[in-house]
């Protein structure tokens, strides 16, 4: 076979197997698609069927290929990236300001500090430190991961309960755009480089000043002529980050939440939104499958690896139900509501496989720890609903609705 052929075979196992698992499988109700994509990544990747068939993994995911699925793979991250600034919700949050940021500061701050300390354990190992990295940068990366939630899942997963246009669900969302912005500054501060740091300061004046501009020209717009410019935006803010050493992830979600949500018509954002996660995501979690390894600790490798993802998925789930039951007794919340909160916050999945996939970029964290993290991610996401449903049914809410 030729490249291409190769390429459209590999397309083929991307889209094809996952969705079979998911449907047939009836996991609907224990993970989006998305989800089984992540999982359907980490098994066709080098951990497992690489290590199980080598030549098959070397000849469907040879370089060329793999080289093509990239450069797909990061667009549609930094699209995905950019919408989820776009939908940050800043004003609702500050007109609650109070109860808003008690709540976020206890959610993020409680697994942040719990996946810190596991951090701290994990430098006493080999195998778990990226050879980049400060050992401050890799437990801040560790706890941030713990803390981090994903706002485009935690939308998918209320809206399958029923939940996102009521009070709870929007409240729920508020708490969730500050810790997105305070996740974002994080990274960006774990990735700050003080050789280039004269470069990553004349970015950010840059991106300051082209924003007031950006700003302008798009409110002057009709909305058909700002689907056009905001790629553009994209891509110049997702380079000049990138040429700065902050990571074009840092750019895309800076070019998102200078956007308006009000700019664009929100029927026609979700739908975006939904076709990146329909036709362009896929090929992102395959190719972050393809980064996932089994390595650390010798023969005990793949051992090692689910112990550390066992103790950095106790830090996040802990960590989240304490830190939303300080919150619910500070403000008084009726009983019950702290559970569910805890546990739609601990989702993780797609940011925090990103952000990880930064940590990685960056060689802050090794293959072994971004496997451990990435098994978390997948854990704490399935665990969602499964754990919130019945939460909400005593509570009296509707049911989830039918697929």
Partial sequence: MNTTEIFLLAMLLIFAVPYLIWRLGKLDYWAPLVVVQIVTGVLLGPGVLGRAFPAYYGFVFNPAVTSALNGIAWWAVMVFVMLAGIELDLKAAWRHRRESTITAALAMGVPLLFGAAVGGAMLGYAGWVGPQALDWQFVAGIGMACAVTALPILVLLMEKLAVLRQPMGQRILRYASLDDIAIWAVLALILLDWERVGRQLGFLVLFILATLLFRRLMAGLDEADRWYVAPVWLA???????????????????????????W????????????????????????????????????????????????????????????TRIAGKLLGWPAGEAGIIGWLLQTKALIMIIFANVLLDKQIITAETFTALLLMAVASTMLTVPMVFPKLARLGHLPIPAA
């Fill in 264 to 323: 664009f018509t929100q029927a026609k954002l979700d739908l975006l939104r939904a076709h990146v996660l329909l036709v362009m995501m896929p090929v992102y979690f395959l190719s972050t499958g393809l980064r996932t390894q089994f390595g650390a600790g010798g023969a005990l490798g793949m051992q090692a690896v689910m112990l550390a993802a066992a103790a950095l998925l106790a830090a996040s789930v802990s960590g989240k139900l304490i830190g």
């Fill in 236 to 262: 110049a803010c997702a380079f000049g980050a990138d040429w700065s050493g902050l990571h074009f992830m840092v750019g895309a979600f800076l070019a998102g939440v200078v956007m308006d949500a009000h």
